[in-house]
């Protein structure tokens, strides 16, 4: 009997303990599922925010508060644009904001261009930080988005006199590259109107900077998530 109740007891011992190692594995399941499922929720809770703000406008003392929240860098880059940047002190902390994204995650070509744009507005020119913003966003991304590559030709036409050679050089490659989408000959014409009416040799930059790489062969750029 005593040997018999022994070897029962060292079977329910052996199950108790296979029984728990069970337990522990679902408990490190269920904390890793339910730390998955935070995770997700805060991004989408980041993501909805960020999708607010760049549907209204707010003012400097929620811009201000906003900086100071250490909020995620997509939520900054919308709250410099939400701003009412026709004053210089909205346009100072839409800069400040931009940076704060920027210094969280670099890699953000949209960005940097965002940044040059706010900085030539709060100075009146480019200066050395807005040229440098300028050519981290095509350093980032040279070819790979076709509003980019619109905006820095008209921002370079618009201050010619301040945009190095080498710039100019870089911003016509993409002005040369959209002529090959097919679809921008209307916005080549305008630019091309503009720049002649400034005494700017367009024709000449176009020739320094022919190509045969095409769109097709450059992958289309993804903006981080954060």
Same mark, same amino acid.
């Given at each position: =009997?005593? $040997?018999?109740?022994?070897?029962?007891?060292?079977?329910?011992? +052996?199950?108790? !303990?296979?029984?728990?190692?069970?337990?522990?594995?679902?408990?490190?399941?269920?904390?890793? =599922? &339910? !730390?998955?499922?935070?995770?997700?929720?805060?991004?989408?809770?980041?993501?909805?925010?960020?999708?607010?703000?760049?549907?209204?406008?707010? +003012? &400097?003392?929620?811009?201000?508060?906003?900086? *100071?929240?250490?909020?995620?860098?997509? =939520? =900054?880059?919308? !709250? *410099?644009?939400?701003?009412? /940047?026709?004053? $210089?002190? *909205?346009?100072?902390?839409?800069?400040?904001?931009?940076?704060?994204? &920027?210094?969280?995650?670099?890699?953000?070509?949209?960005?940097?261009? /965002?940044?040059?744009?706010?900085?030539?507005?709060?100075?009146?020119?480019?200066?050395?930080?807005?040229?440098?913003?300028?050519?981290?966003?095509?350093?980032?991304?040279?070819?790979?988005?076709?509003?980019?590559?619109?905006?820095?030709?008209?921002?370079?036409?618009?201050?010619? +006199?301040?945009?190095?050679?080498? &710039?100019?050089?870089?911003?016509?490659? !993409?002005?040369?590259?959209?002529?090959?989408?097919?679809?921008?000959?209307?916005?080549?014409?305008?630019?091309?109107?503009? *720049?002649?009416?400034?005494?700017?040799?367009?024709?000449?930059?176009?020739? $320094?900077?022919?190509?045969?790489?095409?769109?097709?062969?450059?992958?289309?750029? /993804?903006?981080? /998530?954060?």
């Amino acid at each position: =009997m005593t $040997k018999l109740w022994r070897s029962h007891e060292t079977d329910v011992t +052996d199950a108790s !303990g296979m029984d728990a190692a069970g337990l522990a594995r679902l408990s490190l399941l269920a904390a890793a =599922m &339910l !730390g998955m499922a935070t995770l997700c929720l805060r991004a989408l809770d980041t993501e909805l925010e960020t999708v607010s703000l760049s549907h209204r406008s707010i +003012d &400097l003392e929620e811009g201000e508060a906003l900086l *100071a929240s250490r909020a995620p860098p997509s =939520m =900054m880059l919308a !709250g *410099a644009t939400a701003l009412d /940047q026709a004053s $210089k002190p *909205a346009l100072s902390l839409a800069e400040d904001l931009t940076r704060s994204s &920027l210094t969280r995650q670099p890699q953000q070509p949209l960005a940097w261009a /965002q940044l040059a744009d706010i900085r030539t507005r709060l100075k009146g020119n480019p200066d050395t930080v807005a040229l440098e913003a300028l050519q981290h966003s095509i350093g980032q991304c040279r070819y790979c988005n076709r509003e980019l590559l619109r905006w820095r030709l008209t921002f370079a036409l618009n201050h010619w +006199d301040s945009i190095p050679e080498s &710039l100019r050089l870089e911003i016509f490659e !993409g002005a040369e590259f959209l002529r090959w989408w097919h679809l921008d000959g209307a916005f080549l014409a305008e630019a091309r109107e503009t *720049a002649e009416a400034r005494n700017i040799p367009f024709a000449a930059y176009q020739q $320094k900077v022919l190509t045969n790489l095409r769109p097709y062969e450059v992958e289309a750029w /993804q903006p981080e /998530q954060g």
